[in-house]
């Protein structure tokens, strides 16, 4: 273990079955992250299953992924994909550890910091099947607004076609000009939420077109571990 993180908690990532790239920022590369993690992988949950179709058919393959984990260590647990928000109720009390079902979890307290006028938005990977459950689920308003990325792009096909090779510079321009596109429907939006954690990497080029606030599974999860292990401070007695 690299010594930085020897008195951290470990936080274990119930990952997608997938084989797309993982670039630095992405949740399943391990240097995203300074902080210990296990990532173990649920067999059957691609991402198109748990996209668009019904992930509560996934419920026990990813119970059982979660309790290897916690008997391995893991202290809290969280998944690879915002649309699991829909399990949040029912793994959290199966698996009996602090859990992390999704980005979109933090909409209701970044609301919380912006002035009343401002609302947060959200950037999905697939505006078509992110429901109200989805932010029911979370406690967020079933009005925030919402924006896609195009479903024959490059982003999308990359991830729901699981596909070895990624066009990084296509992928950015897509998702910044979503997110532009998002900020001008909607002018009210204060900040953005990443509900797909594989957009994590591109947060700061997002900030830097729409000129707001960005949270991402990065931004999530950090809080998250910081609550599992929160520092220590050495004060002069």
């Given at each position: 273990?690299d010594p930085?993180h020897a008195?951290?908690?470990?936080v274990?990532i119930?990952?997608?079955e997938t084989?797309?790239?993982?670039?630095l920022?992405?949740?399943?590369?391990?240097?995203?992250?300074d902080?210990?993690?296990q990532?173990?992988?649920?067999?059957?949950a691609?991402?198109k299953k748990?996209?668009h179709?019904?992930?509560?058919?996934?419920l026990?393959?990813f119970?059982?992924?979660?309790r290897e984990?916690v008997?391995?260590?893991?202290?809290?647990?969280?998944?690879s994909?915002?649309?699991?928000?829909l399990m949040?109720e029912?793994?959290?009390d199966?698996?009996?550890?602090?859990f992390?079902?999704s980005?979109?979890?933090?909409?209701?307290m970044?609301?919380?910091?912006?002035?009343?006028?401002h609302?947060?938005?959200?950037?999905?990977?697939?505006?078509e099947s992110l429901s109200?459950a989805?932010l029911?689920?979370?406690g967020a308003?079933?009005?925030t607004?919402?924006?896609g990325?195009?479903k024959?792009?490059?982003?999308?096909?990359t991830?729901?076609e699981d596909?070895?090779?990624?066009?990084?510079?296509a992928?950015?321009?897509?998702?910044?000009?979503?997110?532009?596109?998002?900020?001008?429907n909607?002018?009210?939006?204060?900040?953005?939420v990443?509900?797909?954690?594989?957009m994590?990497?591109?947060?700061?080029?997002?900030?830097c077109?729409?000129g707001?606030?960005v949270?991402s599974?990065?931004s999530?999860?950090n809080w998250?571990?910081?609550g599992?292990?929160?520092?220590?401070?050495?004060?002069k007695?």
């Amino acid at each position: 273990m690299d010594p930085r993180h020897a008195d951290k908690a470990t936080v274990g990532i119930m990952m997608l079955e997938t084989n797309f790239p993982r670039p630095l920022g992405d949740i399943g590369n391990e240097q995203t992250w300074d902080f210990p993690v296990q990532m173990r992988i649920v067999d059957g949950a691609s991402a198109k299953k748990v996209v668009h179709e019904n992930p509560q058919a996934l419920l026990d393959a990813f119970v059982g992924v979660g309790r290897e984990l916690v008997s391995d260590g893991c202290t809290g647990l969280a998944t690879s994909c915002g649309f699991l928000a829909l399990m949040q109720e029912p793994l959290k009390d199966a698996l009996g550890v602090p859990f992390a079902s999704s980005p979109l979890m933090q909409l209701p307290m970044i609301e919380a910091t912006l002035p009343s006028r401002h609302k947060a938005g959200i950037l999905t990977i697939s505006e078509e099947s992110l429901s109200s459950a989805h932010l029911r689920a979370v406690g967020a308003r079933t009005t925030t607004a919402v924006a896609g990325l195009p479903k024959a792009g490059s982003f999308a096909g990359t991830i729901f076609e699981d596909k070895t090779e990624m066009d990084f510079i296509a992928c950015r321009m897509e998702i910044c000009e979503t997110a532009k596109r998002l900020i001008s429907n909607h002018s009210n939006i204060g900040a953005i939420v990443l509900e797909c954690t594989n957009m994590a990497p591109y947060a700061m080029d997002i900030s830097c077109v729409t000129g707001r606030p960005v949270h991402s599974i990065v931004s999530f999860l950090n809080w998250f571990q910081a609550g599992l292990e929160p520092p220590r401070f050495y004060v002069k007695t």
